[in-house]
Nanobody
Framework: QVQLVESGGGLVQAGGSLRLSCAASGRTFSSYPMGWFRQAPGKEREFVAS????????YYADSVKGRFTISRDNAKNMAYLQMNSLKPEDTAVYYC?????????????????WGQGTQVTVSS
């Protein structure tokens, strides 16, 4: 079983950048597809990005495509979300997610393993 802890959130001005990190415990991390989701106040949690076990295949929501980059370092049990050209509408709590079932994160369906979330606030 993998456990996830996010970090790297904060307050940034529009147009700025942040890099979120997700530290995973468990020897099988490298076999899990990973993803990021976000939830803004009053809204449902939504898919942001995901990648396969190696990070060689990546998938993005249209709203972040070209601005965000998902990556991982399996040797360090880490996943990342580089966020550039941030907009006020990116303000949300961002969650790391892992799924043992291949194929679901690729289409935006989360697995059962979540981190506690990290707040990202983008000011205009």
């Amino acid at each position: 079983q993998v456990q996830l802890v996010e970090s790297g959130g904060g307050l940034v001005q529009a147009g700025g950048s942040l890099r979120l990190s997700c530290a995973a415990s468990g020897r099988t991390f490298s076999s899990y597809p990973m993803g990021w989701f976000r939830q803004a106040p009053g809204k449902e949690r939504e898919f942001v990005a995901s990648m396969n076990w190696s990070g060689g295949s990546t998938y993005y929501a249209d709203s972040v495509k070209g601005r965000f980059t998902i990556s991982r370092d399996n040797a360090k049990n880490m996943a990342y979300l580089q966020m550039n050209s941030l907009k006020p509408e990116d303000t949300a709590v961002y969650y790391c997610n892992a799924d043992r079932t291949p194929g679901r994160l690729r289409v935006g369906i989360p697995g059962d393993t979540w981190g506690q979330g990290t707040q990202v606030t983008v000011s205009s």
